[in-house]
């Protein structure tokens, strides 16, 4: 894991476990809840078409431990030369990796339950989830919510674009290794923790208001 982001574990395990008076976040909004950040790799934008290359699950247990699940996927085709452009994924480095049928029940255990964090993540990567579930006939796991750091990011009016990387770079977030699925999920977990402490009032109420402000079920 690159980046800095061992630290935005202990960071967003501060954030589950301190109570100061004043804002949600200090009084622990998510404590005891598994918080995930969740990314793909793909060879492509379509997920009727394409295949996930590389998954990440990063965050931490509904005890505060650590959660730290990634790996390459051998998606059983050719990665496109433009795919790997972006993601630095080759044909040589996911070959023996496993199809996506080893890889979802580990991923499964780990989303049952969970608050799952991603940018672009109902549009995309969990779009991804979904047909690559149907592919091999297993059923899609079933989270808590998912918090879509874009959406909360637009729904908030944060000013300028709504990139990940440029929004990292709002909030003082250092993004190294962008478009691999540890990197960004990674990000995209410290981005809410950032975004909690940016905008508190956004995150006043129980828990399952919270959720239903900013997250969706899926």
């Known amino acids: 894991m690159g980046g800095g982001f061992g630290r935005s574990?202990?960071?967003f395990g501060r954030v589950h476990g301190r109570r100061r008076e004043g804002g949600i976040m200090d009084s622990g909004i998510l404590g005891g809840l598994r918080v995930l950040g969740f990314d793909l790799e793909t060879?492509?934008?379509?997920?009727?078409?394409?295949?996930?290359v590389q998954f990440a699950l990063v965050g931490s247990d509904s005890d505060g431990t650590h959660v730290n699940l990634h790996s390459l996927v051998d998606p059983?085709?050719?990665?496109?030369?433009?795919?790997?452009k972006v993601h630095g994924i080759m044909d040589d480095d996911v070959r023996g990796a496993g199809g996506f049928e080893e890889h979802i029940e580990s991923m499964r255990k780990l989303i049952d339950g969970a608050v799952i964090v991603g940018h672009n993540v109902v549009a995309f990567d969990w779009r991804f989830m979904e047909m690559e579930c149907i592919r091999?006939?297993?059923?899609?796991?079933?989270p808590l919510a998912i918090v879509d750091t874009l959406v909360v990011a637009r729904k908030f009016g944060v000013p300028g674009r709504y990139k990940l990387g440029?929004?990292?770079?709002?909030?003082?977030?250092?993004?190294?290794?962008?478009?691999?699925?540890d990197a960004d999920a990674g990000a995209t977990l410290l981005l809410l923790w950032k975004l909690m402490g940016a905008y508190p009032k956004k995150f006043r109420g129980s828990v399952q208001e919270v959720l239903d402000s900013i997250g969706s079920r899926p």
């Open 9 to 11: 574990w202990v960071l």
């Open 43 to 52: 060879t492509g934008f379509n997920p009727r078409q394409d295949r996930v």
């Open 76 to 84: 059983g085709c050719r990665i496109p030369s433009v795919s790997s």
């Open 136 to 142: 091999i006939g297993r059923e899609v796991p079933q």
């Open 166 to 181: 440029l929004l990292c770079e709002r909030f003082g977030i250092r993004l190294e290794r962008s478009h691999r699925a």
